[in-house]
């Protein structure tokens, strides 16, 4: 296997030490570059060549997928990615699936799974562990309405106001809108996300990563 470049995005500076450690052990290994925001992600992919991405899902703020979208806009070639995630949200995997992800390993599974799938993704393969592939199995039928986990800012903070109590009230004060609008924006979040009700959609964001 010939020695590669690797970028390590997470914004845990001890998971990124951590990797880094590891994978400068390994023989296929050329450089390892880190970013933890957009910005520092932009900024390596535009000054260095990149082969791999190990990509972490929640990143402050902003997400992987956030971060794999603008890649694909800004590029026209681009490097194989592998999810890193100690996420499990049926719905974010289904994205990563449909933005076109290399390989996606559960930060749980450890270090050798890391090394297992950066190897498959290498040779040209997908790489996904059996968790993954019941997913693509039992949501193969709804796939195409699976809505995307990605959402605009102002309903990230709507989202932080429902999590942390506030009353339609206290919420129309803090995002500065009226009462009548701000249960309004709820509603219709709840419905883009196609759920029934706000604890539902608590639930939806934190095992996706939104909160």
Known sequence: MDKVNILVVDDEILMRDGLKALLAKEDFVRQIHEADDLKSFNDILLSAHIDIILLDIRLQNTSGLELLASMKKESKSFPKVIAVTGLEGVELMINLLKAGIDGIVFKLDGYQEIIKTIRAVLNNENYFPEKI?????????????????????????????????????????????????????????????????TASLLAYSYRNGIL
């Open 133 to 197: 592939l019941k997913i693509i199995q039992v949501n193969a039928h709804r796939w195409s309405e699976v809505p995307p986990v990605t959402l605009t800012f102002q309903e990230k903070e709507l989202l932080r106001c429902i999590a942390n109590g506030m009353t339609t009230k206290e919420m129309a004060h803090t995002l500065k809108m009226a009462e009548a609008t701000a249960e309004t924006y709820r509603v219709r979040l709840i419905k883009k996300v196609g759920l029934p009700n």
